[in-house]
């Protein structure tokens, strides 16, 4: 809830508005721009293709093993396809740090908790290197008891 009484819900919109807040930090391309709707893009993906169509399913324990497999064979495919976006870009939106790579981060994070295989995303497993040793990730870590960070076991 903002201090208007706002209720602002959604990653996908709440992480925009924080970045919006702080513009300096350049999190987010501004509003109106091709690139702030390429960031939406990507967030969305994010959102729905990996989150919600891919492990959402593998945390629930009624999901049958067969459908379990439907879910993994997704996430394979959302996976290769952002290695293969990673293997070029440093970050989600190229050079530049944003609030897609935040998202990500976390989600690509979930792969622990359901024995999800990252090993054959090579170009994720150099980005997750290098956004979890950001001294902020690694502080926000911290604050949420996820520290030590090892990249493939559940915390």
Request: no cysteine; charged share 20%.
């Amino acid at each position: 809830m903002l201090d208007d009484g706002t209720l602002l819900t959604e990653g996908v919109a709440i992480v925009q508005y924080i970045a919006d807040l702080v513009p300096e930090k350049k999190l987010a391309p501004p509003n109106g721009t091709i690139r702030r709707v390429k960031l939406q893009a990507w967030l969305n993906f994010f959102a729905s293709e990996m989150h919600k169509g891919g492990f959402s399913p593998l945390f629930y324990k009624g999901v049958p093993e067969d459908g379990r497999d439907v879910f993994r064979t997704r996430l394979m495919n959302r996976f290769s396809h952002v290695d293969g976006h990673l293997s070029s870009n440093e970050y989600v939106m190229g050079s530049e740090y944003s609030v897609a790579d935040v998202h990500l981060f976390v989600v690509s994070n979930w792969a622990g908790w359901v024995n999800f295989d990252l090993s054959p995303y090579r170009a994720l497993l150099a980005y997750r290197e290098r956004v979890g040793s950001r001294p902020a990730v690694i502080a926000a870590l911290k604050a949420e008891g996820l520290v030590p960070w090892p990249a493939t076991q559940p915390h």
